[in-house]
Nanobody
Framework: QVRLVESGGGLVQAGGSLRLSCVAS????????MGWFRQAPGKGREFVAS????????WYADSVTGRFTISRENAKNTVYLQMASLKPEDTAVYYC?????????????WGQGTQVTVSS
């Protein structure tokens, strides 16, 4: 069974950048669409970004378009989320997930999450 482990979260000032990583173990993800989601305190989990198995197509939530970039290295079984121009409203626990369809905005298997806190 696949296991997803996120890392790279932390505390950053508004306007700063972070890069999140999600490493998979247990099986290769080279043919699996992947996504990033987040959950802010008191809110439901929301879609952030997704990428096809080849990396050829990506989707983003409107709130992060132009600031976040999703990418992947299939040889390393790793998916990344580069976050720039961070805002306090980006504060959340960020999760990576496998997806059945990259455009679906729905995750299947989840990691444990990594906390991102953006101070104003």
């Amino acid at each position: 069974q696949v296991r997803l482990v996120e890392s790279g979260g932390g505390l950053v000032q508004a306007g700063g950048s972070l890069r999140l990583s999600c490493v998979a173990s247990g099986r290769t993800l080279s043919s699996t669409p992947m996504g990033w989601f987040r959950q802010a305190p008191g809110k439901g989990r929301e879609f952030v970004a997704s990428i096809t198995w080849s990396g050829g197509r990506t989707w983003y939530a409107d709130s992060v378009t132009g600031r976040f970039t999703i990418s992947r290295e299939n040889a390393k079984n790793t998916v990344y989320l580069q976050m720039a121009s961070l805002k306090p409203e980006d504060t959340a626990v960020y999760y990576c997930a496998t997806m059945t369809l990259a455009s679906s905005r729905r995750g299947d298997l989840w990691g444990q999450g990594t906390q991102v806190t953006v101070s104003s």
